[in-house]
């Protein structure tokens, strides 16, 4: 019984190692956003500015839609999400009121975007990659 069982651990420890083939689904991609900046408008309000690129690929819907995640900066390993936006439009900047102006805030700002053509195995909803920028009192 005992030399069945080391067969079977031996048998599970090769087939838990294993390698599997990693899947990427093939398709279209976003840019992420450029020029990204932060300025500081009031005491208590910053404007986030961007430019969208202009070489969307022509299997996104548009108009493209902006999310951006707002976190806060714990310590520099640490950080607590506080908000997050999705506006519509593509527009090219954001005005922002800071909730605690002596704190630290980091800012995400990605595209986001549809794909015209629908596959019910995979989702329609697209990100790109995020650009950061810091808040600093």
Not at 59 to 76: A, F, G, Y
């Amino acid at each position: 019984m005992k030399k069945y069982l080391s067969i079977c651990l031996l048998f599970l420890a090769f087939a838990a190692c294993k390698k599997s083939d990693e899947y990427s689904k093939p398709g279209v991609s976003l840019p992420a956003v450029n020029n990204l900046s932060l300025q500081k408008t009031q005491a208590q309000k910053i404007t986030l500015g961007w430019t969208v690129p202009n070489a969307i690929p022509a299997e996104i819907e548009q108009p493209l839609s902006i999310n951006i995640q707002v976190t806060e900066v714990i310590s520099p390993t640490r950080t607590i999400v506080i908000n997050e936006f999705t506006v519509p439009a593509s527009p090219a900047s954001f005005v922002y009121d800071i909730p605690n102006a002596t704190k630290t805030y980091r800012f995400i700002v990605k595209l986001f975007g549809r794909t015209r053509n629908k596959d019910v195995n995979y989702a329609s909803s697209i990100y790109s990659l995020g650009q950061t920028v810091q808040y600093n009192p």
